[in-house]
């Protein structure tokens, strides 16, 4: 069984930056797609971003070139930077896992997800 801790959310100004960092089980870390996904109030889940096994990586459309999503194998740590942070990125934020290729299609299928870090920006 593969387990996920994220953590690093917090109340923030509009404007500011903020990372989080996820810590996969090993074989997780080694051999899984990683990705964050989020759910702001009111709304369904989706995804931020996303790091293949090969290293590539993809965005949401309205986080593209604020956020960057990359990964420490020498510490075990997946993170997600947050940069110019607006109030519509309050929310959420899950660390999430699949074996081997990310989902397509949009779909959020992944095998296994974190508790979840709340991170609030204030406008």
């Known amino acids: 069984q593969g387990q996920l801790v994220e953590s690093g959310g917090e109340s923030v100004q509009a404007g500011g930056s903020l990372r989080l960092s996820c810590v996969p089980s090993?074989?997780?870390?080694?051999?899984?797609?990683m990705a964050w996904v989020r759910q702001r109030p009111g709304g369904e889940r989706e995804e931020v971003a996303a790091i293949g096994t090969g290293g590539g990586t993809r965005f949401l459309d309205s986080v593209k070139g604020r956020f960057t999503i990359s990964e420490d194998k020498s510490k075990n740590t997946v993170y997600l930077r947050m940069n110019e942070l607006t109030a519509d990125d309050t929310a959420m934020y899950y660390c999430?896992?699949?074996?081997?290729?990310?989902?397509?299609?949009?779909?959020?299928?992944?095998?296994?997800w974190g508790q979840g870090t709340q991170v609030t920006v204030s406008s």
């Open positions: 090993k074989n997780i870390f080694r051999d899984y797609c």
């Open positions: 999430a896992a699949k074996n081997s290729w990310c989902p397509t299609g949009g779909s959020l299928s992944f095998d296994y």
